[in-house]
């Protein structure tokens, strides 16, 4: 797996993230078992305090993706959920 390496941005985005890793593991060794789950469910922002959707190719469950696919068909097809009170 290449994971961008040959498109520099990308190369230079995920080298960011992983100095962030490193350096919140170094500062608490235990920072991923302790880390709190995010609101959104997302794995990024839950270790790393941001989201990039852009970079992440890990998970194709991502709930903040399959939203956003939803609600891109919804729109695509003209549908409107109401919801009832």
């Known amino acids: 797996m290449s994971w ?3 498109n520099e941005k990308k190369r ?3 080298l ?11 500062a608490n060794p235990n920072y991923v078992n302790e880390v709190s789950k995010s609101t959104n469910g997302c ?10 959707c ?5 998970n194709d469950q991502c709930p903040v993706r399959q939203e956003s ?8 097809n003209n549908i409107v959920v109401e919801k009832k009170s």
């Open 4 to 6: 961008g390496i040959e």
């Open 69 to 76: 696919e939803w609600q891109e068909y919804l729109k695509q």
């Open 54 to 58: 852009d970079i992440c190719d890990l």
């Open 12 to 14: 230079k985005d995920i």
């Open 16 to 26: 960011d993230l992983m100095d962030i890793g490193v350096r919140k593991t170094m």
């Open 43 to 52: 794995w990024m922002d839950q270790i790393y305090g941001l989201m990039r």
